[in-house]
């Protein structure tokens, strides 16, 4: 089982740079796929970025792509959203979210999917003022 707590939101203005954190409890951790989610008031749970168990393959949404960098520390179980040249679109409550490994056919064709993840922070607010 994991546990998650999502860290680093804030206000920040377009064109800002925000990281945010989600620190995992498990000794499974490294063995474990990773993806951040986001959620604004009114719409749907949408994918931003997952990282496969060993950090070797990673997918953005292609709102976010060349903006945001998805990373993990297996060492600390830490993961690390870098998120640059914010828009105000961006603006969403941030959720980290863990499924055990697949194998990489069966996660390429799931990871964007929030129904495919077991595990869930509690998320946390980022807010892009234009």
């Known amino acids: 089982q994991v546990q998650l707590v999502e860290s680093g939101g804030g206000l920040v203005q377009a064109g800002g740079s925000l990281r945010l954190s989600c620190a995992a409890s498990g000794r499974a951790f490294s063995s474990y796929n990773m993806a951040w989610f986001r959620q604004a008031p009114g719409k749907e749970r949408e994918f931003v970025a997952a990282?496969?168990?060993?950090?070797?393959?990673?997918y953005y949404a292609d709102s976010v792509k060349g903006r945001f960098t998805f990373s993990r520390d297996n060492a600390k179980n830490m993961l690390y959203l870098q998120m640059n040249s914010l828009k105000a679109e961006d603006t969403a409550v941030y959720y980290c979210?863990?499924?055990?490994?697949?194998?990489?056919?069966?996660?390429?064709?799931?990871?964007?999917?929030?129904?495919?993840?077991?595990?869930w922070g509690q998320g946390t607010q980022v807010t892009v003022s234009s």
């Open positions: 990282i496969r168990w060993s950090g070797g393959n990673t």
């Open positions: 979210a863990a499924v055990y490994k697949s194998s990489t056919t069966y996660y390429s064709s799931n990871y964007y999917n929030p129904t495919h993840y077991d595990y």
